[in-house]
């Protein structure tokens, strides 16, 4: 029951740059917190990899490919995670992903937790 939406991806010149944003939703209820937000990758043929995670405690963690070009950010009021892609290369075009661990949600009556929820990506093409 809880979704993810990313949105921001589209088609960038290497050297670009690129801001990802990941909205997490209920259906019924409402999110009171989110432990831990990541990003991932997938590439054709290519296995779907990590970029980095952010806790909600804004504690970051990056892939090496992503470090020093990559910045996430969260915003725990709005349930949202961001992904700052700078100096983009072509090999970081691959559908992008959102996932969320540890999503308490509900209501003061009806409390639920869950994790490992994915959205369903955003392409990003980067151009040479």
């Known amino acids: 029951q809880v979704q993810l939406v990313e949105s921001g991806g589209g088609l960038v010149q290497a050297g670009g740059s690129l801001r990802l944003s990941c909205a997490a939703s209920?259906?019924?209820?409402?999110?009171?917190?989110?432990?831990?937000m990541g990003w991932y990758r997938q590439a054709p043929g290519n296995q779907r990899e990590l970029v980095g995670m952010?806790?909600?405690?804004?504690?970051?963690n990056y892939a090496d490919s992503a470090k020093g070009r990559c910045t996430m950010s969260r915003d725990n009021a709005k349930n949202t995670v961001y992904l700052q892609m700078n100096s983009q290369k072509p090999e970081d075009t691959a559908v992008y992903y959102c996932?969320?661990?540890?999503?308490?949600?509900?209501?003061?009556?009806?409390?639920?937790?869950?994790?490992?929820?994915w959205g369903r990506g955003t392409q990003v093409t980067v151009s040479s």
């Open positions: 209920v259906a019924s209820g409402s999110i009171f917190s989110i432990n831990a």
């Open positions: 996932k969320a661990d540890r999503v308490w949600n509900g209501s003061s009556s009806r409390l639920r937790v869950g994790t490992d929820y």
């Open positions: 952010i806790t909600s405690s804004r504690a970051t």
